[in-house]
């Protein structure tokens, strides 16, 4: 069976540029591929024609040649192109791992975590976390304070070079510079992180005595965060750049403060809302009366119960809670009574009680409600 046009193969006209015939040989040997065109049985031999016609087309010396004597070019020894029946069917094996190459980046590129192999001189720090503990107090005013976090810092004796005196690190002879180096298996060309600079593509030859060549040290900072009124437990605050230190120079990450607002012996907090439970008199809750009760703020606050007020019963004081986090104003605070019933009663208060117990039959309605729908829960059980 004749051989098809080379540019027939690869879908370009005659007089395409290098350019183009690369972009086209990209896209069909993505299409054809026998590892996505497992059902095709005929995907693996199209492929192959592909890289044969691609092989010969990208030489500009062969592509002259088989733009003058076509396939003849290659046969008999002419020209010392692709020939029919070498290993893998493509000639010299070389020759194809060279076209393949080509397209491998784009194929395998994201599997390998980057395209073209580049090397890896400098590598971003490690983002850091820092859990702060603050009190509800803190929380409502804002407040700066100092931390201190043990992390990785440039070396200052390299300027974070990692090379002993500040000598410039050499190139890596192995990856030269790449970071990767590349084995051919069979059909692929299969790149690996280079076992000498280990992806760096450079070696330190004289490493700096005090960071071993890292270019980085262990350290305690110090560092001043503004903690902004309104923060919640939970709330993240970002500091860029000052998160562990780049390796060899490299960026340094970023530090993530965490926000835990302490529980309040007092308050108790639902978002921008404060509640306070406040206990009142069975006097102060039946005859009405002031009460006096504490803001966060450090203030005080005069509340005004009204007579014959229930335990459980709230009262509102606007803008008295927690501010926002962004401003706009600020929550409110909720107080909520609770009768007391009075304990460890002399003999007199017992009696005064009594004596009031029994003028009292006609002030309470909810007992009076609750009775009557008990009277004739138990008539109607009867019946």
Request: net charge neutral.
């Amino acid at each position: 069976m004749a051989k098809r046009d080379y540019y027939e193969v690869l879908g370009v006209a005659r007089g395409a540029s290098a350019d183009e015939i690369k972009k086209a040989y990209r896209r069909k040997a993505k299409e054809l591929h026998p590892d996505r065109n497992a059902d095709k049985p005929d995907a693996e031999s199209q492929f192959k024609e592909v890289n044969e016609a691609y092989d010969a087309l990208k030489d500009p010396d062969k592509k002259a040649a088989y733009d003058r004597f076509g396939h003849a070019a290659f046969e008999g020894g002419m020209g010392g192109g692709p020939r029919p029946g070498g290993a893998g069917g493509f000639g010299q094996g070389g020759d194809f791992a060279s076209a393949f190459s080509d397209v491998f980046d784009d194929l395998f590129g994201d599997f390998m975590g980057q395209r073209g192999g580049g090397r890896q001189r400098a590598t971003r720090g490690s983002d850091l976390r820092y859990n702060l503990r603050i009190s509800l107090e803190d929380a409502f005013a804002g407040m700066q304070k100092t931390i201190s976090v043990p992390t990785s810092v440039s070396c200052s004796d390299c300027s974070g070079s990692g090379a002993e005196s500040g000598a410039e690190p050499a190139t890596c002879p192995t990856c030269s510079g790449m970071g990767k180096v590349r084995a051919q298996q069979g059909f692929f060309t299969v790149e690996r992180t280079c076992p000498t600079c280990s992806g760096m593509g450079q070696i330190i030859k004289n490493p700096c005595r005090s960071c071993g060549g890292a270019g980085r040290v262990e350290k305690d900072r110090a560092l001043n965060v503004n903690i902004p009124a309104g923060v919640e437990t939970g709330t993240r605050i970002r500091l860029a750049g000052e998160g562990e230190a780049g390796l060899r120079g490299g960026p340094s990450g970023d530090l993530y403060i965490f926000i835990e607002v302490q529980d309040h012996p007092i308050f108790e907090r639902d978002g921008q809302s404060l509640y306070c439970r406040v206990p009142v008199s069975m006097a102060t809750a039946a005859l009405g009366g002031d009460i006096e009760v504490p803001t966060i703020d450090g203030g005080r606050s005069r509340v005004k119960v009204p007579a014959g007020s229930q335990s459980g019963r709230q009262m509102r004081l606007r803008s008295k809670g927690m501010p926002m986090l962004r401003g706009g104003g600020s929550g409110d605070m909720y107080i909520e009574l609770a009768v007391e019933t009075p304990v460890n009663l002399t003999s007199r208060q017992r009696e005064l009680l009594r004596e009031f117990d029994k003028l009292s039959e006609d002030n309470n309605p909810e007992s009076s409600s609750f009775f009557s729908k008990v009277k004739s829960f138990w008539a109607g059980t009867k019946s």
